[in-house]
């Protein structure tokens, strides 16, 4: 603003802030400086600040030098937009928070969509972090996942600190810098380079599953009160269908949770009947098991063989879906039906899929589902079409390795591509890193005999193939809200929409030297 208008108390308050280190700057002619109404203090004090002739790019160019507290570059000098920071301090400390988006230039336009994070590689080998602080204390790095404390590449130039840093895709990096030196000395950051690469090619890898394989049936045929059996459909357009006949209102994202709504005493109801159809390829080995929400309000028939809700034991996934074991001399060879009956009112939260639970493989075919033999090893690739097409649990790929290594070396394992939320290594059982994000491999030299050692890379998966969106035109869709579960027109199709889990490419092992 013009001098004349700033008082002597608004001069108090930028002499405070000037003094503990903020920076004022006077925008305006020479001529202001020298005509200006104002008291003498408020101009001696301007002729002291940084000036610049006016509100423009001078301006702009002047504050981005003088008060820029962060300036990340490549080694070319260069600003890396892609890499976000958040700068915080409290007392004795300062905080330095980054991460890399991995997003290339030309998707930091506003007018552009945001890219899925799997698709984002972009990654920066050689960062520069100038962090302007008067700070005496050296930087460290915290690594918030182990805890560990290490002191980064960091040299002081005038008033301020430069990091000398790298950024694989998504990675993250905490520092923190103490506002008082320290005698307190942390090692510095390892680092290595790569004196021999073996790949582990395996045409079929020996597997380990976390949980039971899964059966979705989640199209029966249904009959609805008295009216005529209808084809198969799938479940929740028949509980709309069921509700309608009832003139209840839909299932929608605006309603009131079912255990947050009020019961109602006087019902309205209808008796609804639900076939699954199953061809069994091979009958199971026990333990077999029905997984379903709220068992005790239907009659369950296998194959006309009356299962009772009284034998639940114990969840599966969430304590809404209830187990009940399943005795497989129910069962045989080709076609076998499920039966559920119940009385469908006001209260009841609604009809949902169901699931059969054990130790089989299954194969799909458009709409059909059959059990088949359990999948015993995996080729690399995805594993939805080797018999774990709706599968959500680990699977822990298994195989042998007899290593050497000279003094000072260490023995990494590195996993190219996979796909699921994450990846752990366990070796001879022992459990030796897990990683969500590149790099995709881990140190695991002090975990090894001097025999054979048995390597476990596990494929940690989600439960996208088993509990859905399982019917949406787009396999890969930006978000998943209620509606994608009830879609119609040209976001439905009738056959399963499943992601691709499992381990994609070859895993390598990597001997490494210190550098």
């Known amino acids: 603003p013009p001098l004349k208008t700033i008082r002597l108390s608004t001069l108090k308050i930028l002499k405070e802030f000037q003094k503990a280190g903020g920076t004022v700057i006077f925008a305006g002619k020479p001529a202001d400086y020298v005509n200006a109404t ?54 004795d400390t300062l905080y330095l928070f980054m991460c890399n988006t991995s997003h290339k230039a030309s998707e930091l336009k506003a007018d552009l969509s945001d890219p899925r994070v799997e698709n984002r590689k972009e990654a920066f080998p050689d960062v520069y972090i100038r962090l302007f602080t008067r700070l005496n204390g050296q930087p460290l790095e915290l690594d918030p996942e182990t805890g560990s404390v290490t002191t980064p590449e960091a040299v002081r130039i005038n008033d301020s600190w430069k990091l000398h840093t790298n950024f694989p895709p998504l990675k993250s990096r905490l520092f923190i810098v103490p506002k008082r030196k320290s005698k307190k000395i942390f090692p510095a950051l390892k680092c290595y380079a790569v004196v021999n690469k073996k790949t582990l090619v395996r045409k079929r890898w020996q597997i380990r599953l ?84 709220q068992p005790q309000l239907f009659s369950i028939l296998i194959n006309g063989n009356e299962l009772s809700a009284d034998s639940e034991c114990g969840w599966w996934v969430d304590k809404s879906l209830r187990k009940i074991p399943v005795d497989t001399v129910f069962l045989r060879s080709g076609r076998n039906e499920i039966k559920l009956t119940c009385e469908y009112d006001e209260n009841y939260s ?58 000072g070396e260490r023995l ?28 995709n491999e881990v140190d695991i030299t002090d975990y090894l005999t001097k025999s054979v050692n048995e390597i476990g890379i596990e494929v940690i998966s989600h439960r996208r193939n088993s509990h859905g969106p399982l019917h949406i035109s787009e396999k890969l869709p930006l978000s998943v809200g209620p509606g994608a579960f009830e879609t119609s027109g040209a976001k439905w199709q009738d056959a399963y929409q499943l992601v691709r889990c499992g381990l994609m490419e070859a895993p390598s092992l990597l001997v490494k030297r210190r550098i």
């Open 38 to 91: 104002a008291s003498s203090a408020v101009k001696q004090f301007a002729k002291k600040c940084v000036r610049v002739s006016g509100i423009g790019k001078e301006l702009l160019e002047i504050a981005g030098k003088t008060c820029h507290h962060v300036s990340i570059t490549d080694e070319a000098g260069k600003e890396i937009g892609t890499i976000l920071y958040l700068l915080k301090q409290d007392k």
């Open 210 to 293: 976390s949980e039971p394989n899964v059966l979705v049936l989640d199209r029966p045929r249904y009959r609805i009160g008295k009216a005529k059996w209808q084809s198969s459909d799938e479940i929740l357009k028949v509980d709309r269908k069921v509700r309608s006949s009832l003139r209840l209102p839909l299932r929608n994202a605006l309603m009131m949770q079912p255990w947050a709504q009020e019961h109602k005493a006087r019902l309205r109801h209808i008796t609804v009947h639900l076939a699954y159809s199953i061809n069994i390829e091979k009958i199971p080995k026990l333990p077999l098991f029905l997984a379903l929400e």
């Open 412 to 439: 990494f394992i590195a996993v190219p591509s996979y796909s699921g939320v994450a990846l752990r290594i366990l070796v001879n059982g022992q459990v030796a890193g897990i990683f969500p994000w590149a790099p």
């Open 350 to 407: 609604g009809l949902e899929a169901i699931y059969l639970l054990g130790a089989f493989g299954v194969r799909v075919r458009g709409c059909e589902v059959s059990l088949a033999s359990m999948p015993v090893f995996l080729k690399q690739g995805d594993w939805c079409a080797q018999g774990l097409p709706f599968y959500s649990g680990s699977v822990t790929y298994l195989t042998t390795i007899q290593q050497k290594l000279h003094k």
